[in-house]
């Protein structure tokens, strides 16, 4: 199930002002490592003026060309791109302003071995009008099929159970005691009394905010979320 909100503990170093490393479940780290999927189209109307390059000026183009010049259905196509996502949690987060994310489906002949991924489709053998049958999944589980999805994987990228370390560059591993210990001796903590805990929630917001930073910045949590803590 998609979720619209998850919620995250951030370790602070009070006396640097930044955040050390966030404690987090399967739901953000999905919606971390989904950010991947996305297409280029999606990060350029985020980051507005602050791009460089000639990124911008394709995105405007498209934009602002007449209709005339171009095929049916293509500015939709490019502008608001469909990313299709594994089924399960964090995927909400990812319906980001100018994309549709959903999961990906199979439909297939009744009589021939052909699959497509889209229901309106005429199956070439001519043996059956339409692909009417939709398939969840074909054959054993696979690590890097888009189309499967079972109970037993739960959907998403990672495994539940797990807590998982995300630090402040968006470096993510599963939460240990060594690697906390090795995390606060690279960052010379010496004096655990610095250190702070502080629930935040991502919504819709801030996850726009954590997309956009993580392209600027390698303190992308300090930069997102200590601004709010100071509200």
């Known amino acids: 199930m998609a979720v619209n909100k998850v919620s995250l503990k951030l370790v602070i170093d009070t006396e640097r002002r930044r955040v050390v490393y966030a404690e987090a479940g399967k739901e953000f780290v999905d919606f ?10 999606t990060f350029v109307p985020l980051l507005n003026q602050e791009m460089v390059g000639g990124l911008g000026n394709i995105y405007d183009s498209i934009v602002n060309i007449s209709s005339d010049y171009l095929k049916p259905n293509v500015r939709d196509f490019l502008l608001t791109p469909k990313v299709y996502i594994s ?7 990812l319906e980001l302003p100018n994309v549709t994310s959903t999961s990906r489906k199979l439909y297939g002949c009744i009589y021939c071995e052909h699959l497509y991924d889209d229901c309106s489709k005429r199956c070439f053998c001519r043996k059956n009008g339409n692909f009417t049958l939709e398939f969840g999944h074909r054959g054993p589980p696979r690590v890097n099929d888009p189309y499967f999805y079972s109970s037993e994987t739960g959907g998403g990228c990672v495994q539940e159970m797990v807590m998982y370390m995300v630090m402040d560059d968006l470096a993510v ?3 240990s005691t060594v690697s906390i210990i090795s995390l606060l001796d690279k960052f010379n903590v ?3 009394g610095t250190l702070e805990e502080k629930m935040v929630d991502l919504g819709m917001d801030e996850g726009v905010k954590l ?3 993580s392209l600027l910045s ?7 979320f200590l601004p709010m803590l100071k509200q």
């Open 173 to 175: 591993k599963p939460l």
């Open 211 to 213: 997309l956009k930073a």
């Open 218 to 224: 390698k303190s992308v949590l300090t930069d997102v």
């Open 32 to 41: 971390l490592f989904n950010i991947l999927a996305l297409p280029i189209g």
């Open 190 to 192: 010496k004096d655990m």
């Open 87 to 93: 089924s399960g949690t964090g995927g909400g987060l």
